[in-house]
């Protein structure tokens, strides 16, 4: 028996290809539930997509024909406005917003005796939350009396906020403290510092309930049925294509490695079967061209043979003609 006739490179090129798959139709399936989470969450009781609204009169004119002047699970789509003196960064000039949310954490190395190790930990986290009442009015109209005012907007999930800040504070070590760091086993390593807002002017979309009260004022609010108050950073079809994105990126990974997969190992298999070399084997793979090449190859050499035979057939003596064994 001669040597194993596949190289090791392939067989592991056939392993990574399917394990590829494997992991990204896993995250496809995780996407796609997501999604159809998403899309149930923002269905009508009547299995339609939820009304899409922006504050203005047609919003109004809507609420007002409604039952109890309330209109149970729809969204709302604008730009964030506040409605008295705005938060200011702390960290960036100019920059403003209607929710904040400041994070500082201490991460801290100890001494682990056991694994003669130092073990890394976050410690003294602290987090500090403001908000300002704000709504939402339509795009170009910053001064206008027709605005949805959000209700409780802490109590709301989604990711609305935008990372404004970001600084990672580097611990000084001196002679002291290399010394003191040997007596007490621990020594501090960074501080992390953050802030997210909700800026003024962004566009927002809340899901939610919208009720009208004095006849223009109009407030969304968490649902009184138990569905989610959502608010996302974005307008409702960018948010939903965001999301059909990602899955169908999922998607696509999984169907290419599988066919990668599917393919090395039908070559390997073919190898096997066939007896070829490993030159052959990783020729075709990286260039699958090479099949046409080697049979048209094939078929020149085949022709060249006939054609020296015949030669010299012809050039052959009658009498001392040596015998040509057939195959």
């Not at 999301?243 to 390997?268: D, F, N």
């Not at 061209?289 to 009658?318: C, F």
Request: hydrophobic share 40%; proline share 5%.
């Amino acid at each position: 028996m001669g040597d194993f006739p596949v190289n090791p490179l392939v067989l592991i090129g056939v392993g990574s290809s399917f394990a590829f798959s494997g992991l990204f139709y896993h995250l496809y399936q995780e996407k796609k539930k997501e999604l159809e989470k998403l899309k149930a969450t923002f269905l009508s009781s009547s299995f339609q997509e939820i009304p899409i609204f922006k504050p203005d009169q047609h919003l109004v004119k809507v609420l007002r024909a409604s039952p109890h002047k309330r209109l149970q699970y729809v969204a709302v789509e604008g730009l964030v406005q506040a409605d008295g003196e705005p938060l200011a960064s702390q960290f960036v000039p100019r920059c403003f917003g209607v929710i904040q949310k400041i994070a500082v954490e201490e991460h801290w190395k100890y001494w682990n005796s056991f694994t003669k190790t130092w073990n890394s930990r976050t410690v003294n986290r602290k987090e500090t939350n403001n908000s300002v009442p704000f709504s939402l009015v339509s795009p170009g109209a910053f001064f206008t009396d027709l605005y949805v005012k959000i209700q409780n907007p802490l109590e709301a999930s989604g990711s609305y906020l935008d990372r404004v800040y970001f600084k990672v504070r580097r611990a000084e070590e001196g002679l002291g403290d290399l010394v003191m760091q040997g007596l007490s086993g621990e020594k501090p390593v960074a501080m992390e510092e953050s802030e997210e807002l909700l800026r003024v002017g962004s566009t927002l979309t809340g899901f939610g309930e919208v009720v009208l009260e004095g006849g223009q004022v109009m407030r969304l609010q968490a649902p009184q049925n138990g569905r989610k108050f959502i608010l996302v950073p974005t307008d409702y079809r960018s948010f939903m294509d965001r999301h059909e994105r990602s899955a169908s990126m999922w998607k696509t990974l999984t169907a290419v490695s599988g066919i990668t997969g599917a393919s090395l190992l039908a070559k390997v298999i073919y190898c096997l079967v066939g007896k070829q070399d490993d030159s052959c084997l990783l020729m075709s793979v990286v260039a699958p061209w090479e099949n046409q090449r080697s049979i048209i190859s094939s078929s020149r050499i085949s022709s060249w043979y006939m054609l020296i035979r015949t030669w010299m057939e012809k050039k052959k003596p009658a009498s001392s003609a040596p015998s040509i064994v057939q195959d």
